[in-house]
């Protein structure tokens, strides 16, 4: 028999009972009580799945987080050891170019060089800004 219906009978004996009035209310609130309590039991239970849910998608980002700032560090590394690099071979290139009486800005390696440090300097300002707005969240 459900709690329900067993409370009903025990409201309708105890209704043809004069002098048990004073308990009725008492168990129409416990009954009133009883279904409150199953209700905040159910919210509990679908809170706890949503936190577990929550806990795989926060568990998932920052898995991610990780091995994008690997990504990223590791691309830095790359780009600032080229970027020496280059550096150092436009210099050559530069002091050869002068003693030969040429010059190097009219070459279209010169150009390219401009341009790809152009470009890399523009992608590591983004990396760098997208980095800044993750990384407040590790």
Not at 7 to 19: F, G, H, M, T, V
Not at 76 to 101: D, H, I, V, Y
Not at 104 to 122: C, E, F, G, M, R
């Amino acid at each position: 028999m459900s709690r329900e219906k067993a409370l009903k009978r025990i409201n309708e004996y105890l209704a043809k009972q004069q002098p048990h009035r004073v308990e009725l209310g008492i168990i129409d609130e416990i009954s009133k009580q009883l279904i409150e309590s199953e209700q905040i039991l159910k919210k509990i239970q679908s809170e706890k799945n949503d936190f577990s849910e929550l806990n795989k998608i926060y568990k998932k980002a920052e898995s991610s987080m990780s091995m994008l700032l690997k990504k990223y560090s590791d691309n830095r590394r790359k780009s600032s050891s080229l970027f020496k690099e280059m550096n150092k071979n436009f210099n050559l290139l530069n002091k050869s170019a002068k003693e030969l009486g040429l010059d190097v800005t009219s070459l279209p390696a010169y150009k390219d060089y401009l341009q790809i440090i152009k470009n890399i300097d523009k992608a590591s300002d983004d990396n760098q800004s997208n980095w800044e707005s993750v990384s407040k969240y590790k």
